[in-house]
């Protein structure tokens, strides 16, 4: 990767019957960090096996673009917003080192296999 990005990953854990409402609460909040000069790209996902886990991947242009952003009144704001539905959770950040696009891609997964 020729520019590291700053990628931040939340691991929220949502209270037992308000992930409907979190999923509202957060698609009304969870934009606005994409607006952000330093922001390159939010996602957000239910974890597979655990429906009440949603993880969210965020980029960053910089380390101290992101906790510019973090420390922000606007962001402030928004945590409260979510405070309510929340159990507990997590934050790991890190400094992206590499990106593979995908590759030239075989007809079937046999094909995969086969080509070694």
Do not use: C, K
């Not at 931040?8 to 957060?26: D, K, N, S, Y």
């Not at 909040?29 to 993880?55: I, K």
């Not at 979510?82 to 934050?91: D, I, K, T």
Request: aromatic share 10%; glycine share 10%; proline share 5%.
């Amino acid at each position: 990767m020729s520019e590291s990005v700053f990628r931040v990953l939340l691991r929220i854990e949502v209270r037992p019957g308000m992930t409907e409402g979190f999923e509202r609460a957060w698609a009304e909040v969870g934009a606005a960090a994409t607006t952000h000069p330093a922001n390159l790209g939010q996602w957000f996902g239910r974890d597979a096996e655990n429906p009440g886990v949603y993880w969210v991947q965020s980029d960053w242009v910089d380390a101290e673009g992101f906790h510019e952003f973090e420390h922000s009144q606007r962001h402030v704001v928004h945590r409260r917003a979510l405070r309510p539905f929340r159990a507990g959770g997590s934050m790991t950040t890190m400094t992206v080192l590499t990106h593979l696009p995908p590759g030239q891609r075989a007809g079937s997964h046999a094909e995969w296999e086969a080509a070694g």
